[in-house]
């Protein structure tokens, strides 16, 4: 018992010390500030100054000016196809025949007409000259020559109707060789060998990209802005960076119904970049700002306060708010809250808040390019 009461206070300093220990760590020092954040790493731009577009925007369709049915202008059985779907033609090329026996039979008794009437012309025409020669003489009387005359005038009428009958057969002869009116693409081969075609029947559908037209819907809003002859730009969405130029053509004066839109029609000369009921992006030049001020789109970035760029000066980034107006080729117009010259962070401006430290990332040095011998 003796000894485990000498022992009874030596445990009582361990535990004391070990608890004490486990405290917590001792307050620091009053007046010291914490620990301020690293600066960010950006890149810098300058806000500069350029001439600029005002446009009105819209995504428009295209549709082909040249898009011809081809129908049958005469009646009659094809005995022919030479074109089929999916095939270039060129005006003039032969698409196909139709049985044209009919009018070739009809032409050989036209012909065989005319000779007919043309010798009972001649044979009128030379007994009205004696009748004529008659009268002169005193031998008949005036009516007789006048009959003569007569007779003779009704012949040369009858066989002015011959010409025009034959030459109504020749017409429909030709009309047999159907021939392609444009330059242009079989969309659509209606007719094959065998098929009998009334007049007005379709036999193909020939579609022409040369000359489109695009139609760009706008809201009703746009009508005071956009008139007749304003220069178009119009962009591909399979050809990024080709831009085709053009001009309104015709703003139609009434409303869509279905849409509400305003549809302003733009005539395009094509070079078979451009294919009829795709979609293109069109900018309608309204008017242009010789002074606007542009900054970089990384550079505006959008906070609680609006759309604010971050201009840096003495390795600190202050908020600005910013009035932005259109976008072009990766600028942005700042109508109201920079001025040309202003250094502004560009890369890493999403990055910062107002009063961040910020590291101006240097640029990386270009290799010279060796001088050419």
């Not at 620990?35 to 500069?48: E, H, K, Q, Y």
């Not at 178009?232 to 309104?248: D, E, F, K, N, W």
């Amino acid at each position: 018992m003796a000894k485990i009461k000498r022992f009874t206070p030596r445990v009582a300093l361990i535990l004391a010390i070990g608890l004490a220990g486990c405290g917590s760590k001792p307050d620091a020092p009053a007046g010291a500030k914490p620990a301020s954040p690293p600066p960010t790493l950006i890149t810098t731009t300058s806000a500069r100054s350029m001439a600029l577009d005002v446009t009105e925007d819209t995504l428009g369709t295209l549709e082909a000016l040249i898009d011809p049915r081809i129908g049958a202008e005469v009646a009659g059985r094809v005995t022919r196809v030479l074109a089929h779907s999916g095939e270039r033609v060129r005006k003039g090329q032969l698409l196909a025949e139709l049985d044209a026996s009919d009018f070739e039979i009809q032409g050989g008794a036209d012909a065989a007409e005319i000779a007919r009437l043309e010798a009972l012309v001649a044979q009128a025409e030379r007994f009205a000259a004696r009748q004529q020669d008659l009268v002169a003489k005193g031998f008949i009387a005036r009516n007789g020559a006048e009959d003569s005359l007569a007779q003779r005038d009704a012949l040369r009428a009858q066989l002015g109707n011959a010409r025009a009958r034959s030459q109504a057969t020749r017409n429909n002869l030709g009309r047999t060789r159907v021939l392609a009116p444009a330059d242009g693409v079989i969309e659509t081969q209606i007719v094959s060998v065998g098929d009998y075609v009334k007049v007005g029947d379709p036999l193909f559908r020939l579609v022409s990209n040369r000359i489109l037209r695009a139609h760009l819907p706008f809201p009703e809003s746009a009508a005071g802005r956009i008139r007749a002859g304003q220069p178009v730009r119009l962009s591909l969405p399979h050809a990024p960076g080709r831009v085709i130029r053009g001009r309104v053509e015709d703003v139609k004066p009434t409303i869509n119904d279905s849409s509400r839109a305003l549809d302003v029609l733009v005539r395009v000369d094509n070079e078979d970049a451009l294919l009829s009921g795709g979609t293109v992006n069109a900018s309608v030049i309204t008017g242009s700002k010789p002074a606007a001020v542009v900054v970089p789109e990384q550079s505006v970035v959008l906070r609680p306060a609006g759309k604010v760029v971050y201009v840096i000066a003495g390795g600190k980034a202050s908020q600005r708010v910013v009035e932005a107006g259109v976008k072009r080729d990766g600028l942005v117009e700042i109508v109201k809250g920079v001025s040309a010259g202003e250094t502004l962070a560009e890369d890493g401006a999403g990055f910062l808040t107002d009063a961040a430290a910020v590291t101006v990332k240097a640029a990386t040095p270009t290799a010279p390019t060796p001088a050419k011998p």
